[in-house]
């Protein structure tokens, strides 16, 4: 379906970051966002998601990041949910 409203993405680890940066970088396909113990981004976000302005964010419908407090890479998880939020 090429509907947005029809599409979600997902991944795990270095699929994760995969699909946030998939996800977040074409906005109009797709409605869903899940990314689950992300790893391989680096701390400075702003280049890698140069269209996601507080407009765009607002365009998902949710963007679920989940990671485990004893995974090593919560860390970095919740930096780039703190830097979503200031995006909103």
Known sequence: DTNKKSRALAGLSMGGAETLFTALNYPDRFQHVAAFS???LPQDFAPLFPKLTDAVNAQ???I???CGVD???IGINRQFSAWLKEKN
Do not use: P
């Open 64 to 66: 679920y990041i989940a």
């Open 60 to 62: 998902f419908s949710s």
């Open 71 to 73: 995974d090593r890479l």
């Open 38 to 40: 992300f790893g391989g």
